[in-house]
């Protein structure tokens, strides 16, 4: 963040940090200097995959401003939306807690297991040193969403995908029931290859977001695609 605040210009550019992967729990980006923090409340906030919003926060100043350009956008929430995201934020905090529970159990059983080559959560065994200490300077979670890498490429992973049950094949995330993807094909489908690799995104890259249900039922579900395999 300080390297943009560092460019010799007469405004310095604003720091906005899109902090949608982990929600309002998870990081604080105003408290860790951001001067915006974006979310997509179409993922945690709203939650139940019925709405998509969005949402901006900062200092007055800022804030007057991104209010002047949304009124020029017409980017403003429709009022049925606006009491959906109200409803949702009643149970925001137990929807989060509850979610990233059953991630942490799915990936402490899934780092365990021979079918599976790694676990990739955000912190934890596989980051690497530099992002390890970023995840300890900066996060109060890891959330709910984690990647595996299967043993094999595309073929193994359409596998498992289609095998999945109760994990539906679908690309958001942070709602209340579960969702796997296929990044390379799906989210990342334009990347070029050289982008991919740059990006850790192989073939056998398998994306989870986990929800609220039974974590027993899901790790039964899991267990059964990997057997598919
Ligand atoms: C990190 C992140 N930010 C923003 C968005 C955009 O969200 P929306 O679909 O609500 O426009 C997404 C959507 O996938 C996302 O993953």
Redesign the pocket.
């Known amino acids: 963040m300080s390297g943009a605040r560092a460019l010799d210009q007469a405004e310095p550019p604003a720091v906005a940090v899109?902090n949608?992967?982990l929600g309002p729990l998870w990081q604080s980006p105003l408290e860790l200097g951001a001067d915006l923090v974006?979310y997509?409340?179409?993922?945690y906030v709203g939650g139940h995959s019925d709405l998509?919003?969005?949402g901006c926060m900062g200092g007055a100043d800022l804030m007057a401003r991104v209010g002047e350009m949304r009124t020029i956008c017409g980017t403003t929430a429709d009022p049925h939306t606006a009491w959906l995201l109200l409803r949702s934020l009643e149970t925001l905090h137990i929807r989060m807690e509850r979610a990233q529970n059953n991630a942490l159990i799915l990936a402490e059983r899934l780092r365990a297991d021979p079918r599976v080559s790694a676990v990739l959560t955000a912190g934890g065994p596989d980051a690497s040193p530099e992002q390890q200490a970023i995840f300890e300077a900066q996060c109060k979670g890891s959330g709910s969403t984690f990647s595996l890498e299967l043993p094999g490429g595309e073929a193994e992973a359409f596998r498992m995908l289609n095998a999945l049950r109760l994990f539906k094949l679908a690309?958001?995330?942070g709602g209340a029931e579960s969702l796997a993807s296929h990044p390379s094909s799906m989210?990342h489908s334009d990347y070029t290859p050289e982008a991919k690799a740059r990006s850790g995104i192989g073939d056998n890259l398998v994306r989870l977001s986990v929800g609220i249900e039974n974590v027993e039922d899901l790790w039964a579900d899991l267990d059964q695609a990997l057997s598919a395999i």
């Open positions: 899109d949608t992967f974006l997509s409340l179409t993922k998509i919003a969005g690309v958001s995330l989210t």
